[in-house]
């Protein structure tokens, strides 16, 4: 069934299936091609000379993801029985992945239809960043970063919500510390929060920056307390992948049901 074919193509990502695998590649390195266009767009003397070539390139683009938009919705109701057309194609297209692939094509049809400033018209076309989003469904590496991210949700949102506290409290002290001292620079908690971000994080830009010393102070126990505090969702992330490598490996091995010993393993 034509139809089934097209699912297993788009969707199934299959080591067996060569025209699966020429898929994913093409589409892969249309996204990379795209992405590099973009960059190229924004160098003067490149656009002037080839604007016609990275229009052409943008509109072939636009024409291979909507197809590939349209198919997926076609496809989507043939991986389960009994799938709905209307109520399972409006799930896919809620999916995050879907949404992307929407917003990856939108921007080239929306002043087609609708009439847009030219200022507003260059700012909606960095959303063709957006398609290298969509490189999620083809790299196993990014899929694996999703399942980390989706794995470790509760503890790295735990952890920005200690870093945003910490800066609001940092943020606080300094501007009732160095307000007097330096009314323009700390003219309010919010323009302080810049100098927080920057102290937490230890860059340090030194554009602002504490003069009294009560104000040096707090700043260098702050600066101590970011190291910390930064590198706590990196060490998550890192404890994720562990975990998620762990699991991919132990699920391609052979367990005995009797004595739990990994059948692959050389015996004593």
Not at 146 to 170: H, P, Y
Not at 238 to 246: P, T
Request: glycine fraction near 6%; proline fraction near 6%; include cysteine.
């Amino acid at each position: 069934m034509i139809k089934t074919r097209l699912y297993q193509i788009l969707e199934v990502a299959s080591e067996n299936d060569p025209l699966s695998r020429l898929f994913d590649v093409f589409i892969m390195a249309l996204i990379f091609l795209n992405v590099l266009a973009v960059v190229l767009e924004t160098v003067e003397s490149i656009f002037a000379v080839y604007e016609s070539v990275f229009y052409a390139f943008e509109v072939f683009s636009v024409i291979v993801f909507t197809v590939e938009y349209v198919l997926r919705l076609w496809v989507c109701t043939a991986s389960k029985k009994g799938a709905h057309p209307l109520t399972d194609r409006l799930r896919f297209m809620a999916k995050p992945m879907s949404l992307i692939d929407l917003v990856a094509i939108l921007p080239f049809y929306l002043p087609v239809v609708f009439p847009m400033d030219p200022r507003f018209l260059r700012a909606l076309r960095l959303f063709r960043l957006f398609r290298l989003f969509k490189m999620g469904r083809y790299s196993e590496s990014l899929l694996t970063l999703g399942n980390v991210l989706k794995a470790k949700k509760e503890e790295i949102v735990v952890t920005f919500f200690v870093i945003s506290l910490m800066l609001v409290f940092a943020s606080s002290t300094i501007y009732y510390v160095e307000h007097d001292a330096q009314p323009e620079a700390f003219s309010s908690i919010p323009a302080a929060m810049w100098w927080g971000v920057a102290t937490l994080t230890t860059v340090g830009y030194g554009d602002v920056y504490p003069i009294t010393p009560v104000g040096k102070f707090l700043g260098a126990v702050i600066a101590l307390l970011g190291i910390g505090m930064f590198a706590l969702p990196a060490g998550i992330l890192a404890s994720g992948f562990a975990e998620e490598l762990q699991k991919k490996h132990s699920l391609g091995r052979r367990i005995c049901p009797h004595c739990g010993r990994d059948l692959d393993e050389p015996p004593d």
